[in-house]
């Protein structure tokens, strides 16, 4: 009765919001995941990797795995990767997929899905997500109030980047253009630092916790709080609520945005799945 009452609460939501942006519910995978925390989408196989924590998101437990799953949500290979202790977010480069581990930034083989190398990030506490340029620097938040800076690993060593009093919490990253865009937990808001001059500016006040980070390529923000809510954010400061699951205690992770196929894909962290919403975006005016 229970489980139909969230399902019915998600549909009254999804329906909410296709008023104005057309969100339908494409598909969520079996609940065989297992604190599914980032997903991330290669174009390269059009396949999906879930990283799963599966358990504490701070334990040194090596119980942590990636998942490959297809773009019709079937679950391809539960432990594609394992060895991990609590994976979270992730980005590819190459044959490469860079994922966070605690305080280690972890190399993996796209071909085997073997560990590759670990990298550890001096100083870190509760490393989150990742970005990537194209040279291959690999940018990563540390999201603990105790560290709260951007590192970035060159090919050989992690170090930190930025740390300032602008960056408080970091935990969504997204790369456009010359800027890191990030989101600030510590105080609700959406940045933006300088990759050449390390010069930081606010985009704009969110007012809550920003987990998953992409651009919609129409000059607007997915965002998602780990509490539940997945919104449309604008330059502007307009806040559209596309999905809130927080009374269903269904939380909203580090999303994915799969933008030719306006595809959002919402790790779903204790409620052990992956769901997929196809939304029709809105061009900012």
């Known amino acids: 009765m229970k489980r139909t009452f969230f399902v019915l609460l998600l549909v009254s939501l999804a329906s909410a919001a296709a008023d104005e942006y057309g969100l339908e519910k494409v598909w969520e995978t079996e609940q065989i995941l297992k604190t599914p925390e980032s997903v991330i989408y290669n174009p390269a196989d059009s396949m999906l990797y879930v990283s799963n924590i599966n358990d504490s998101p701070s334990a040194k437990d090596s119980n942590g795995f990636i998942s490959k799953v297809s773009l019709d949500g079937k679950i391809q290979q539960l432990k594609w990767a394992s060895g991990l202790h609590a994976p979270k977010g992730s980005g590819i480069f190459k044959d490469t997929l860079y994922v966070t581990d605690i305080d280690h930034l972890v190399e993996i083989d796209m071909k ?32 603990s109030k105790d560290n709260s800076a951007i590192y970035r690993f060159n090919g050989k060593n992690v170090e930190v980047w930025a740390k300032s009093k602008d960056i408080k919490s970091p935990n969504g990253l997204w790369l456009e253009g010359v800027e890191l865009f990030f989101g600030n937990t510590g105080d609700g808001s959406l940045k933006a630092i300088n990759c050449a001059t390390r010069k930081i500016r606010k985009i704009v006040d969110v ?63 204790f409620d052990n799945k992956v769901v997929t919403y196809k939304i029709e975006l809105k061009e900012r005016k």
Do not use: C
């Not at 509760?126 to 690999?138: C, H, M, R, W």
């Not at 007012?207 to 539940?228: K, M, P, T």
């Open 112 to 143: 085997s899905g073997k560990i590759m190398d670990r990298h550890p990030a001096p100083g870190a506490k509760f490393l989150n997500d990742v970005a990537i340029d194209t040279s291959g620097n690999v940018y990563v938040s540390d999201y």
């Open 207 to 269: 007012g809550f916790g920003i987990d998953g980070l992409r651009a919609d390529g129409r000059g607007n923000w997915l965002v998602s709080d780990w509490q539940g809510k997945t919104s449309l954010v604008e330059e502007n400061g307009k806040i559209t609520v596309l999905l809130d699951t927080t009374k269903s205690k269904i939380n909203s992770a580090d999303i994915e945005f799969v933008s030719g196929m306006n595809l959002l894909i919402i790790p779903t962290f």
